[in-house]
């Protein structure tokens, strides 16, 4: 990597502190939601994912509620089944695939690329109200009487057994797949044409090239699933024999089509959270990224390989032996990009010095969770295990800990360390720190017996169980207590911060990165004061001095 | 199998269940070391560079190919241990051996209706003997259900307007968890049975008590209600295939191809006769879609998987089944007349009384 430093005029800014940003740019409700400010339309994204992750938080409260005892006294089994259907649906839909990308990745990428926003700021905006549009009819299905498919939409089910209301929900999330495909496309292009002068493909931030890898994917995975969900809904409103054998379908068919985007889509929810780990991670240690070019490579690899593994999900679904062993070997070759990434991490604090702020916490916690989610995604590749466990339990813990043991945390990472960014605030270091381990701690209690329940036989998607799995659901159930409790202290402090939090400087964590280095917190509507020049590798923490006061000063264009 | 303490594994209940065990210790192991790894390096690092003062000038981070090419080939050489040994194992789950008892699985919201060959039901409860192969063939009348024994490390979808096949070997007797794992609507936690794993005396025995007509013997009447001879037998005006070998028999159809006749061609044949014209034949038979039920179609099958080609005249030469000695294969019977489609009363006299009966005693 090269190592030498161009020392820029700097501009002193605190009397620019007290100047505009984008957050007192405007403050009607015309200025919010007619925004085309890529930052405004973050943190729009930001209350509406978080509503969502408490929304779909509410349900899992209440399947967790039902299962402490083996009977199916709290709830009727259909509403149960509609607890865990809408929190599957909230869940991946509305929170997880939207979270980082909208809410950091809308904040972050102009500014890490040296733009004054995204190439598109109306189709920006857009797709936020897609989304909200999406959302809102999906909730008002919801609340208007639900819907009892499973996430899954599983066919014949779906379209002709279920009485509920598919196609209305299934609308929904066409609506908002468009939400996904736009900003997918915006980032793409904003990638390509947007960035400042000096800042080539490997010098940008790690985090942009997960936001790229996970934009292709968006735009090319997002139609089969649209595709899909309407054939479902046109077998079920017109009884077009697509998928029920009784109308000269093949229900097997639409797995095929489900998990040719959803397997895709897990890659959709996880690498934008592995782009924020390397950005905190190198601060933390002070450290330039170990690898950058294989950790590039690998987003490369998910978005290859992503497509080509969807078959381990239907192992017992009656595929062909062989057709399984191709599944099974190319599921093994996606696992190693994760695997290069979480050893790159690991090695990138070798030698630095290391700090233990919340964000890195996070990191940690990611870490180990992440680790146990991928490893045990290999336990179910392995396909005569797989054919044991598949539809279980383990399933279900195995992909709470990629989704909520690394997702979540990585979110949670990023949320901490962009915070003092976004609004110039602290949050409350010590309670973070506190309400970091009630979340660890819970997240483990809650989701590691569930591996063991499921390999002890307890099938998902069950209100009712024999009784010898209840100590292990009490269990579940008293992790989730804790574990909600964390979410709520988060939401809490974080809001508490935006008026009492002290106020944070342009760098308070001395990190590298045009956000950090060029730039007010939180910064002006355009971005920057001056076009910076990008004339260094990323993270190049080698060359800085970290006794000098780093929210001081701005740096310009060289 | 209750136990108030809370344990690890389930029952290890069929020849299945040991090897898919240790495949689990294995997977276990290896991520025990990478966990216990990772989470190590992170431990020592934390301490060792802990951040002192500001003046810390940690060195520019340098590559190191070697170290980068031994983490990518050493877990990848660990996962194609993985991928070998599952796969060994599903080879395995995929093969039934050919001496296998029959047994017919019918999954329906909320139920599992189970057919025995000799033509015994039961309803979400299935009694197999210890130490007997036992292959399941399995459909579902309306939604995907999964057919799922934990004690044996097995499921399989069970999907509507096709066969899955399932097979194990029972080890233990005892009682064990039969679960539906495919959600298949309100009642998915409902759908809920036991397997009963006999010993062979007990199993006889129980089976011995049963004095329903054997599945194949449905079928043949089946064949007969639902006019399938007036077409399929030697001398009726409208000419059907001659259906005796038809299970397992390579059929050239009218585009020329060929196809194995199993479970789902049979199924199809009746269904959409239409879909895949047998060579030779014009479209003339009729749909028996929404006539008969799924239960009716396996019976239908099973009776036709009887018609064992008529190449001598000792039809007990062509016996395989038999071999199964203790558990009487009633099914054998019809070919020991080989025409049963022409000679229908002979047929049934040979049938009639218990299936044990009328059984040779080995
Ligand atoms: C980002 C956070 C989360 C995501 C993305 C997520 C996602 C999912 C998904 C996709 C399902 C499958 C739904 C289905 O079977 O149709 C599910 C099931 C479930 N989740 Fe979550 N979840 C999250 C957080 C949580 C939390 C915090 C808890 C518990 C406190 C929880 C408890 C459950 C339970 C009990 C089930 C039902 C499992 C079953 O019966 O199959 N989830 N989740
Ligand atoms: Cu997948
Ligand atoms: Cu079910």
Redesign the pocket.
């Given at each position: 990597m090269s190592a030498h430093v161009i020392e820029s005029k700097p501009l002193v800014v605190e009397h620019k502190e007290e100047q505009e940003n984008y957050l007192t740019a405007g403050y009607t409700l015309k200025s919010w939601f007619l925004t085309l400010d890529h930052k405004r339309i973050a943190i729009l994204y930001l209350l509406s994912v978080t509503t969502m992750?408490f929304v779909?938080?509410i349900f899992?409260?209440l399947?967790?509620l039902e299962?402490m005892t083996p009977q199916s006294d709290l709830f009727e089994p259909d509403n149960f089944n509609k607890l865990?259907?809408m929190?599957?649906i909230v869940?991946?839909f509305f929170?997880?695939i939207p979270a980082v990308p909208g809410v950091l990745g809308n904040f972050l990428l102009p500014l890490m690329i040296g733009a004054k926003d995204v190439a598109f700021p109306r189709l920006n905006l857009l797709s936020w109200y897609v989304y909200i549009v999406g959302a809102a009819f999906t909730m008002f299905t919801i609340v208007s009487g639900g819907v009892d498919t499973?996430?899954?939409f599983y066919t014949p089910y779906s379209t002709s057994s279920s009485q509920t209301h598919v196609v209305p929900v299934v609308l929904g999330l066409f609506i908002t797949g468009f939400s996904s495909i736009l900003t997918g496309l915006n980032f793409m292009v904003t990638i390509h044409r947007m960035r400042a002068p000096g800042l080539s493909w490997f010098r940008l931030p790690l985090m942009v090239w997960s936001i790229y890898a996970t934009s292709i994917i968006q735009i090319l995975g997002t139609p089969v699933i649209a595709v899909t969900l309407m054939m479902a809904a046109l077998e079920k409103v017109l009884r077009i024999g697509i998928f029920d054998p009784n109308l000269g379908g093949d229900p097997v068919l639409f797995q095929h089509l489900f998990w040719f985007y959803s397997h895709p889509a897990v890659y959709i929810m996880i690498v934008p959270g592995m782009g924020v780990i390397n950005e905190v991670v190198t601060c933390f240690s002070r450290r330039s990224i170990f690898g950058y070019r294989a950790i590039a490579f690998a987003n490369v690899g998910f978005v290859v390989f992503s497509f080509v593994v969807w078959g381990h999900h239907m192992i017992v679904a009656g595929q062909s032996v062989y057709s399984a062993l191709i599944f099974s070997i190319l599921s093994y070759l996606v696992g190693i990009f994760s695997a290069i990434k979480v050893f790159n991490w690991t090695a990138t604090m070798y030698k630095g010095s290391i700090s233990f702020d919340t964000p890195m916490l996070y990191v940690f916690g990611f870490q180990g969770l992440f680790l146990i989610g991928g490893l045990t995604g290999l336990f179910l590749a392995a396909l005569g295990f797989d054919v044991h466990v598949h539809d279980t339990y383990f399933v279900?813990a195995h992909?709470?800990y990629v989704?909520?043991g690394g997702?979540?945390m990585a979110f949670l990472a990023g949320i901490h360390f962009w915070w003092p960014k976004m609004f110039g605030k602290k949050y409350p270091e010590s309670i973070a720190k506190f309400a970091m381990i009630l979340v660890f701690a819970g997240f483990n209690l809650?989701f590691f017996p569930q591996f063991i329940l499921g390999y002890l036989g307890m099938p998902?998607?069950?209100a009712s169980y024999p009784d010898e799995f209840q100590v292990l659901n009490v269990m579940s159930t008293a992790g989730?207590s804790v574990?909600?409790l964390g979410f709520l202290l988060i939401a809490a402090y974080m809001v508490w911060s935006l008026v009492f939090g002290k106020k944070a400087g342009m760098n308070p964590w001395k990190a590298t990165g045009l956000e950090w280095e060029h730039t007010t917190s939180p910064p002006p509507t355009e971005n920057f004061y001056e076009t910076p020049i990008v004339n260094e590798d990323p993270y190049n923490y080698a060359n800085r001095d970290f006794t000098k006061d780093f929210n001081k000063e701005v740096k310009l264009g060289a | 199998m209750q136990s108030s303490t809370v344990q690890f594994l389930p029952e290890q209940a069929s020849s299945f269940a040991l090897q898919v065990d240790l495949l689990y210790l294995y997977l276990t192991a290896v991520s025990a070391f990478f966990t216990i790894g990772i989470v190590g390096f992170i431990i020592f690092f934390s301490i060792k560079y802990r951040r002192r003062s500001d003046a810390d000038r940690p060195p520019m981070t340098v590559s190191n190919l070697l170290l980068e090419i031994t983490w990518i080939v050493v877990p990848l050489a660990l996962s194609f241990v993985m991928f070998i040994w599952g796969a060994a194992i599903f080879f395995k789950m995929a093969s039934p051996p050919k001496e296998s008892m029959d047994v017919y699985v019918t999954g329906k919201q909320w139920m599992w209706k189970i057919q025995h060959v000799n033509g015994h039901r039961e309803i979400n409860e299935l009694h197999v003997p210890v130490g007997k192969p036992v292959r399941l063939t399995m459909t579902s009348e309306d939604v995907i259900h999964s057919f799922f024994i934990p004690a044996f490390r097995i499921k399989a979808d069970v999907i509507p307007g096709s066969y899955s096949k399932l097979w194990f070997e029972a080890t233990k007797p005892g009682k064990y968890h039969l679960f539906c794992a495919e959600y298949c609507g309100t009642k998915h936690s409902g759908m809920i049975g036991s397997i009963i794993v006999m010993e062979q005396r007990d199993y006889d025995a129980w089976l011995g008590n049963t004095k329903d007509s054997s599945l194949a013997e449905a079928g043949q009447k089946l064949f007969k209600t639902m006019g399938c001879v007036s077409c399929h037998s030697a001398d009726s005006d409208i000419k059907g295939p001659n259906l005796e070998g038809i299970y397992g028999k390579q059929v050239r159809l009218q585009d020329g191809s060929v196809i194995t006749a199993e479970e789902r061609y049979l199924r199809e044949s009746l269904l959409a006769p239409n879909a895949k014209l047998t060579e030779g034949f014009t479209a003339n038979m009729p749909s028996y879609q929404g006539l008969m039920t799924e239960e009716q179609i396996l019976q239908l099958i099973s009776y036709m998987r009887t018609l064992t080609p008529v190449t001598t005249n000792t039809g007990l030469k062509t016996l395989p089944t038999t071999a199964l000695g203790q558990t009487p294969k009633p099914e054998v019977t019809p070919v020991q007349t080989p025409k049963p489609v022409t000679t229908p009363t002979a047929t049934e006299n040979k049938l009639s009384g218990s299936p044990k009966k009328s059984e040779p005693a080995k």
């Open positions: 992750f779909g938080g899992a409260s399947m967790r299962l865990f259907t929190h599957g869940m991946v929170f997880i499973g996430w899954t279900v992909f709470h989704m909520v997702l979540v809650t998902r998607r069950y989730g574990l909600g | -």
